[in-house]
């Protein structure tokens, strides 16, 4: 009996915290009197991230908050370039604490570049060099219709990014295919890849190729290259804009056994808008001219709204996409407008 006692003891005082003890105590309370518990993984003046058990991924506006503090040290980086390690603690008056068992630093949240986890990679905020890390997207499109006239549509594109701040690695690819009545409306493949390298803040170089089939069109292939210089117009986190141009080479085959191969201009415009921390706007514009004859010439522009879904890796697109060709294939139109909804998953 004594023996049981001793393991009911045991048991007590080992098994049972470990147990109960929460994974996350990090606490945010916000001006609604909302009282947040998980795992603040970056903190910056703008908005603080939190894991949860309950919910996932969370993103908290900071002017909503009145209350934070870490039960675990964070890396953080000042406006002075002070880099600093310890617990955290963010009061209403707009002022945060930082501390370890050497300093107890008090100063102001705008002095705040950006909190994050010691053994993670830096938000971009804290001005630090960003190590090459690969990104992944997946987005679907499905659609149907029933009634009058049977439609179904499907459109799938994935993309491959390797990032640091100095370079730009992307591969993607993207299938369309639909029909309606039983008679293809599109069916269109498209493999592709570009590569950026910046050598100051503003300029950089850049190269790309793509490949598209579309029998839809009439073009059994369709493959380009180019490559040029890049220009940052502006470039923040939260706004950018840049301007690429270049020279390219064009190759055309189409199903009646014509090919078509020209020297072209390459001029692409790429912009970001981070409206807000649950939506941002992209475009993104590419203007390709024959070099031997500019009324032949290639303009393609998509524009679109990304919105996450709650606090996980899926977000929702909603965008309108124009492919304008001046010299299409027999009996094609020149213009080619689609508007979606896609479903995206990041990782």
């Known amino acids: 009996m004594k023996l049981i006692h001793n393991i009911i003891f045991l048991f007590s005082i080992v098994v049972i915290p470990v147990i109960v003890h929460p994974v996350f105590a990090d606490t945010i309370t916000t001006k609604n009197g909302a009282i947040l518990v998980g795992q603040v993984t970056t903190i910056t003046p703008e908005a603080v991230t939190m894991e949860t058990e309950y919910a996932g ?3 908290i506006d900071t002017g909503m908050i009145i209350g934070l ?8 980086r000042l406006e002075d370039g002070t880099l600093l390690i310890g617990k955290i603690e963010i009061s209403d008056d707009g002022y945060i604490n930082i501390r370890n068992e050497s300093i107890d630093m008090r100063t102001s949240m705008d002095d705040l570049m950006a909190s994050w986890l010691p053994d993670s990679s830096p938000p971009t905020e804290a001005g630090l060099p960003q190590e090459r890390q690969w990104h992944y997207n997946v987005g679907a499109d499905i659609t149907g219709k029933r009634g009058n006239s049977k439609e ?18 992307k591969i993607y690819t993207s299938v369309d295919r639909a029909d309606t009545g039983g008679e293809d409306t ?23 190729s793509e490949l598209e089939r579309d029998p839809f069109e009439s073009i059994d292939l369709r493959a380009s ?15 950018s804009l840049e301007l690429q141009s270049g020279v390219g080479y064009r190759h055309e085959s189409f199903e009646d056994g014509v090919n078509k191969d020209t020297p072209t201009l390459n001029i692409r415009i790429n912009h970001l808008w ?24 290639l303009l393609a522009q998509d524009s679109g709204i990304t919105m996450p879904i709650g606090g996980s890796r899926w977000s929702l697109r909603l965008g309108l996409q124009n492919d304008y060709k001046s010299e299409p294939a027999e009996l094609r139109k020149k213009l080619d407008t689609t508007y979606y909804s896609r479903l995206l998953l990041s990782f």
Do not use: C
């Open 274 to 297: 981070q409206v807000s921390t649950w939506m941002n706007l992209t475009n993104s514009l590419i203007f390709t001219p024959s070099i031997s004859d500019f009324s032949d010439y």
């Open 57 to 59: 991924t969370i993103t």
């Open 186 to 208: 599109s069916d269109e493949i498209i493999f592709g890849s570009s590569y950026t390298s910046y050598f100051s803040e503003k300029f950089g170089w850049y190269v790309s």
């Open 152 to 169: 179904n549509g499907t459109s799938i594109r994935a993309e491959a990014v390797l990032g640091s701040d100095h370079d730009v690695l």
């Open 225 to 239: 290259a180019s490559a040029g210089m890049s220009y940052w117009i502006y470039n923040q986190s939260d706004f």
């Open 69 to 76: 503090s870490t039960d675990m040290s964070l890396s953080s």
